[in-house]
């Protein structure tokens, strides 16, 4: 379903993601691992046709997302990181928005506006303004946008950022359901999540793929079989000086 | 009919945009303050002793020069400042679809503001026995100019996410475009450039192109004019938002 060969993003010198290939095939869930500034977002902003990639090949169903973006984008859900909403935009203004550049018109656009409403919980802030809304709120109404059109394929930047431990557990079960009949992929930086949720992993560190497995894989490397001491090994901290050829864009 | 839906979809949510905060009734009492004054007081109207819209029209372009960039310095850096500019270029539209889209709002918001002075024209007929053709194109040149001067306040906005740059390069290009034929910046110019290069920039001016719609004429290669501006600006700002993406 998705096809990612070589990809490579460079920010002038620096390279952000620095040959990165995978591919995700429908009723997996793969979560993408790794420290804050590893090239995480960037490869999700080329997947979803927001970056244009300075080389390789990203395809989606199919569909090239360089040479044919329209039919790539239509498959894909998408939830940027920091859950962006219209600030002077009602939630329901702003689903019916989405929904209407999804295609989606007339009685479709209503059911699918009350589908995602329900999925994420948004009944009591329907017309509320996007910028008055808390944190979690936010969250979940970029996150209802993403699910709007029912796409095959959801990429979802830090989902659970913000939430609370409640709602996180909701938006992991949520992911795990989509994820039987979807391709999603997902980043965090939290591991327990990954364990909740994940089919596969890979782990990303300045730009490159370190590991990638399934959990019980990637935990098996470790003596102790714990994941935040194999991803402790072979990630490392930002505060470590890098050498010049491992520059990484944060 | 995909692009249409599209661009129509962009297009009504910037312009309930306008309207869901308060700017667009700052803008339009402002907007139509200022003409009152400038058409009445400074203009001298009811001194003049003809029916024409002169007095009013004259003031437009020097009008313009500060309203609209504040109409239009919001279009794409306050996209980039939310984040939404990410939401919007990954949905299946592209990205001349949102740039056209967003444009028509705006101008569409200025075409509102500007049909809200129907009271000038009334007053005109009401004393006098003014050539309602003239009026007219003057309404045209006027739409025309204030959508030149939005296409650049677009193009500044994809520049920056800060609205008050936005602003002040977008005043910045537009008065170039009122002095370009100005006599005392084409002689300035003429000490640095050849002549030729000193036409080519003056026959940018909008000014020139402004007062054959106030003389009554349409003529097609003013249009042509502020047609080219808007399209180029426009195209530009694709350049930018594209050239932003490709790091």
Redesign the interface.
Known sequence: MINVEHLV????PKL?VNDVSFSVERGEVLGFLGPNGAGKSTTM?MV?????P?SGRITIGGHDMVED???A??L?G?L???A??????TVN?FLN??A????LQGDARKRAVHRAVELCFLENVLYQ?IDTLSKGYKHRT?LA?SLIHDPEVLILDEPTDGLDPNQKHEVRGLIKRLGESKVVIFSTHILEEVEAACSRVIIIDRGRIVASGTPAELKARSPEGKLDEVFRAITLPDTVKHEPNHEVHA | MNAWANIRTIMKRELAGYFTSPIAYVFLVIFLLLTGFFTFTIGNFFERGEASLVSFFTWHPWLYLFLVPAAGMRLWSEERRLGTMELLLTMPVTTWQAIVGKFLASWLFLALALLLTFPVAITVNYFGDPDNGVIFAGYVGSLMLAGSYLAVSCMTSALTRNQVISFILSVMICLFLILAGYSPVTDLLTRYASPVVVEVIAAFSVMTHFEGFQRGVLDTRDVVFFGSVIGFMLFVTGVIIRNQRAG
């Not at chain 1, 979803?48 to 244009?52: A, D, I, N, S």
């Not at chain 1, 209407?100 to 295609?103: C, N």
């Open positions: 993003k460079a920010f002038g952000a902003r979803t046709g927001y970056y244009p300075t973006p329209i039919a984008k239509r894909i998408y940027p990181e920091n962006p909403g219209y600030a002077d935009m203004g928005f989405c209407e550049l999804r295609g303004s970029c946008q």
